[in-house]
């Protein structure tokens, strides 16, 4: 589903923020990206979807190449970005049917499938509500609504649970399981929190400084019964969470 | 161009909204009108001077439309809708054809305004004017877009409103260049808004086929297309 050859952006005047990272996911994976702040996870997420150009390697995403053909990778991906993408002004029914739309679904079927994510994230209700006049987590919901609208067989999920309560990130946790179980959706995500990662993942990319510094499975990562956080300070010296460089 | 439909639809919906917008988008001319305008036709005619004063409702309103793509970024609006299979040309020309529709109602506003003060001018000539002034319209929007997505976004706002002045003077809105002391003439043929103004002053006073025209015609439908080649470069390369 995504298979990278040494991927590398360095951004102008600036450190190699991914360092040729080569990597690949199977189709109805859950990978996770876990590091300290800086170490070039949003970087090669947006690098992934079609956002940001590779300073150089390759990647093929979704079937198609991401350089050669990045409409088609558009077309089967959805990304919730770190930040988030809602409209403050716009009332939220009207801006998911929009988003559909540009799907290629119909006007009707938009509306009905804005309806239908609404539901599926526990927004029903606040179709007429604009973005500006949402609660933080609500909010970040409806950046999830709008990645699954022409529901993607590849979910790029940037830190999607922070800023969400615990029930609602219980809730999400549950809803990636299922498009993982019910569709065989892919998922890539990023996260801080060794407890998601642990929860969620089936495999884990440790990144530090631009490069994968471990990988495995949750479980085999705390082999000897130390925590992720103390693998992390075993392979780069510094605890997770620290400021890369600091 | 289903892309560019269904975003033009959704950018209009949302500027429709802010109908106060619109209107004071077209309230600078509009002073103009009233508190300079009868001074003017004490020297000229109010033909002269409307044509100008649309010209400076371009270059404003138009000019600064890239102001509402620097909230689109900063909200992160933008970049949910580049990872969407709409065309880069789609995401540019669906709000520049949104700014088009709110240029014609404060140009028809403006119009209205200078018929209620005097002016006359046939009305293939204001339909014509109108056509001319969207194109216009087109390319200096989606400049504007080029230019909000690359320069510093806190600079936006006070140099394009600056940038304006010198515009609008140089296209002759208030005086016609024609009047100006030599260098001023010879300057202000640099700028593309001087032969569209004239253009459109010749469409006013009912005059349809004559060299001014074309030549602002042309002049307004090569600027749109390089305004529009412009901003769909930077709309598929520029990130938030
Ligand atoms: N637009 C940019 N221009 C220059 N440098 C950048 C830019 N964006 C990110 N960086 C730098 O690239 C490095 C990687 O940043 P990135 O956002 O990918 O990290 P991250 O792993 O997502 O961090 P976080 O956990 O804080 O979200 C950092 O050193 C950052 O300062
Ligand atoms: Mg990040």
Known sequence: ?246 | MRDTWILFRHSLRVSMRQKAGVVFGAVQPLLFLVLFGPLFATIGTWETLVPGLIVQLGLMSMGLAGFGVVFEKRSGVLERLRVTPASRLALLLGRVLSNAVTLVLQTLLLVAAGYAFGMRAPLAGLAAGLVLVVVLGTGLAALSYAIALTMNEHLFAPVMSTAVVPLVLLSGSFLPMSMAPGWLDALSHASPFRYVLEALRELFAGRYASATVLTGVAVAVAFAAIGLLVGTRVFGERTA
Request: charged share 25%.
């Open chain 1, 1 to 246: 589903m995504i298979n990278t050859t040494g991927l590398t952006k360095t951004y102008e005047g600036g450190p190699e923020a991914v360092a040729n990272l080569t990597m690949s996911v199977a189709p109805g994976e859950i990978v996770g990206f876990l590091g300290p702040n800086g170490a070039g996870k949003t970087t090669a997420m947006r690098m992934l979807t079609t956002l940001l150009k590779p300073t150089s390697g390759s990647a093929v995403v979704a079937g198609h190449d991401l350089l050669g053909d990045p409409r088609e990778v558009r077309r089967r991906i959805g990304y919730v970005s770190q930040s988030g993408g809602v409209d403050p002004a716009v009332p939220l029914g009207e801006e998911l049917e929009v988003q559909a739309m540009l799907y290629g679904l119909s006007r009707a079927r938009a509306s009905a499938r804005a309806a239908e994510v609404l539901a599926l994230l526990d927004l029903t209700g606040l179709e007429t509500r604009p973005g500006g006049a949402l609660s933080g987590g609500q909010r970040r919901r409806v950046d999830i609504a709008f990645a699954l609208t022409h529901r993607p067989v590849l979910l790029f999920l940037d830190e999607p649970t922070t800023g969400l309560d615990p029930r609602s990130r219980a809730a999400l946790w549950d809803h990636v399981r299922r498009l993982r179980a019910e569709q065989g959706v892919t998922v890539f995500l990023t996260t801080h929190y060794l407890d998601e990662a642990d929860a969620l993942c089936d495999r884990l990319l440790i990144m530090d400084r631009g490069r994968i510094v471990a990988e495995g499975a949750p479980a085999a990562l705390k082999t000897g019964g130390r925590t992720l956080d103390e693998v992390f300070l075993d392979l780069t010296g510094r605890p997770l969470g620290q400021e890369a460089g600091a």
